[in-house]
Each structure stands twice: as structure tokens, then as C-alpha cells.
């Protein structure tokens, strides 16, 4: 069952990769979409049109202020927003041989759940559904990566992965709805007709529903997976981790 009730949703990120691919459709279903973005010039060219149902704002996710500006509902007063995409992630960079800026993640969501709090304490009602876009090999109940895969997620990726994991236990420890879905490696390219499993973990009762290893999936396709699960879903990942993969 699947809900297409129109939502205001909040994109964070979404210049590029499943952030893109997420805002792209949903806005195509007619919500109602507010996107914040350092470089809007940026969104909108990759974007390739500017509908009437998006509203750039100008700003940075790690900014108490810009927050607090895009999270109230456009059309409802002193409402929150329905739904918060959260697809941040900062560039590589292979002189440092890790990320430029590495508690990126865990700063924004932070501070995203600052705004929340600060906004509810302004008499602001609402419960925001808030995606947090994260990576495999977080997983503290198992192994969520192919043994081939595990030694490269376990070493070199160690430094961007505490920065997700600060991320998660932001939203784990949170009193808005949330669901955290940890991507396999990130491919880029079109939309494709592959099949995408997603395993289900529930951190908080320490459970594994279902596992499903992969090593790949595209970036076009997590977006399509987070718009027709969770932007148009009907509450079953709420509070839980997917992990996406072919
Ligand atoms: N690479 C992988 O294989 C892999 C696997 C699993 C998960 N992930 C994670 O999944 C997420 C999505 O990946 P992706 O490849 O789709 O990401 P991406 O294309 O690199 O997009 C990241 C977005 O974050 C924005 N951003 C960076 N710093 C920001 C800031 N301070 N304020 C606001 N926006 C900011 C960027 O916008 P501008 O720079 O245009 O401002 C961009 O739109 C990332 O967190 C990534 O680390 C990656």
C-alpha cells in the first residue's frame, strides 16, 4: 500500500546523485518541494526545468538558520513539513585519501534536529518524516557487505563511516519519524530495470528482519527506491534501516 497524498518535503542535497533522482520524481508526482541547496544555479541546471511545485533556497545543511527557513510547511501555518530528504555527503578527495569535509554528515543532521526541536519550541506542530541517506558497512548487528567487499568498507572507508554513523544515531535517538538507507556502492547511470532488494533492520530493538547483501546500486535507482517506498510508502520503513541493493 502506498500513500500519494501531496506532502511538502525538504530535500537536502539534492544537486546531484539520489538526492536528484528522489527530488526529480517526486516532484514530477506533484508535491510540494522545497530544496536547499549551496549552489541553486547548480540544482537547476542538473534539474533542466524549474517547476512551479519547487522552491530553492539558498543555503548551507550545516546552518541553523537556513534549516530553520526551509522546514515550515509553504501552505500551512506554523506547521512543520511532512517529509525531510537527506542525501549530503561530501566530495573525495584523493590527495587526503579521505573526505574533505569529514563530520559533514553527523553536523547536519545535528543540526537539522536543532532546528526541529527549536522550531516545535516556537510552537511549530508537525512530525517530519526525516530520511537520512547513509552507506553498507554500518551495520553493528552483522556483516551487511559482501565478504569480497568487506575488507575495503571495513579499512579505507573507516573515516566516512563514523561520520554516517553520528549521522544515524542522530535519527536513531530522535523524536521525529525516521529511516536511515544504506546504499551499496554507488554506480552512476540512468534508471535501470534491475531488480533492487532491501534488507530491513530495526537498530533500536537490536533486529535483523531481513539481510540482503549486494555490491552495487545506482544512484538513479536509490532515488527511485526512497520516492516509491518512503516518499509515497505507506509507513513500513518508519524507524527503520533499509539497506538498497541489486
Ligand atoms: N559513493 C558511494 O559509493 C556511497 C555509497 C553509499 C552511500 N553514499 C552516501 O550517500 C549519500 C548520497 O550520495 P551521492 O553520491 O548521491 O551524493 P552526491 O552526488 O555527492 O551529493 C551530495 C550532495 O550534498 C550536497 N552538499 C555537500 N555539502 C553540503 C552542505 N554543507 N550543505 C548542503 N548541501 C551540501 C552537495 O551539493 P553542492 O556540493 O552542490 O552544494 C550534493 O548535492 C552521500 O552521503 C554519500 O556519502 C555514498
Same mark, same amino acid.
Given at each position: 500500500m502506498t500513500s500519494s497524498s501531496p506532502k511538502a518535503i525538504l530535500f537536502i542535497g539534492a544537486s546531484t546523485g539520489v538526492g536528484?533522482? &528522489?527530488?526529480?520524481?517526486?516532484? *514530477?508526482?506533484?508535491?510540494?518541494? /522545497?530544496?536547499?541547496?549551496?549552489?541553486?544555479?547548480?540544482? &537547476?541546471?542538473?534539474?533542466?526545468? *524549474?517547476?512551479?511545485?519547487?522552491? /530553492?533556497?539558498?543555503?548551507?545543511?550545516?546552518?541553523?538558520?537556513d534549516l530553520k527557513r526551509c522546514l515550515t510547511h509553504p501552505s500551512q501555518p506554523k506547521t512543520l513539513v511532512d517529509f525531510v530528504c537527506s542525501t549530503v555527503g561530501s566530495t573525495w578527495n584523493m590527495k587526503k585519501m579521505t573526505i574533505d569535509d569529514p563530520t559533514l554528515c553527523g553536523d547536519a543532521m545535528k543540526t537539522l534536529m536543532r532546528a526541529v526541536a527549536e522550531l516545535r519550541g516556537e510552537g511549530y506542530s508537525g512530525n517530519p518524516h526525516v530520511v537520512g541517506v547513509s552507506s553498507t558497512g554500518l551495520s553493528t548487528l552483522g556483516r551487511d557487505v559482501p565478504l569480497l567487499q568487506a575488507a575495503f568498507y571495513y579499512t579505507l572507508l573507516k573515516g566516512p563511516h563514523e561520520d554516517k554513523r553520528v549521522m544515524e544515531n542522530e535519527l536513531f535517538n530522535s523524536t521525529v519519524r525516521w529511516t536511515v538507507v544504506r546504499c551499496s556502492l554507488l554506480t552512476d547511470g540512468g534508471e535501470s530495470t534491475k531488480r533492487i532488494r532491501a534488507g530491513m533492520e530495526d537498530p533500536n530493538a537490536g533486529k535483523v528482519e531481513s539481510r540482503e547483501l549486494g555490491y552495487t546500486i545506482s544512484r538513479e535507482d536509490s532515488g527511485k527506491w526512497i520516492f516509491e517506498n518512503l516518499v509515497q510508502g505507506d509507513g513500513t520503513w518508519v524507524n527503520k534501516v533499509a539497506t538498497i541493493t541489486y
Open positions: 536528484l533522482s &528522489t527530488l526529480r520524481r517526486s516532484l *514530477a508526482a506533484g508535491h510540494t518541494c /522545497i530544496a536547499l541547496a549551496r549552489k541553486p544555479e547548480r540544482l &537547476t541546471e542538473n534539474l533542466g526545468s *524549474a517547476p512551479s511545485n519547487l522552491r /530553492i533556497v539558498q543555503g548551507d545543511g550545516k546552518s541553523l538558520a
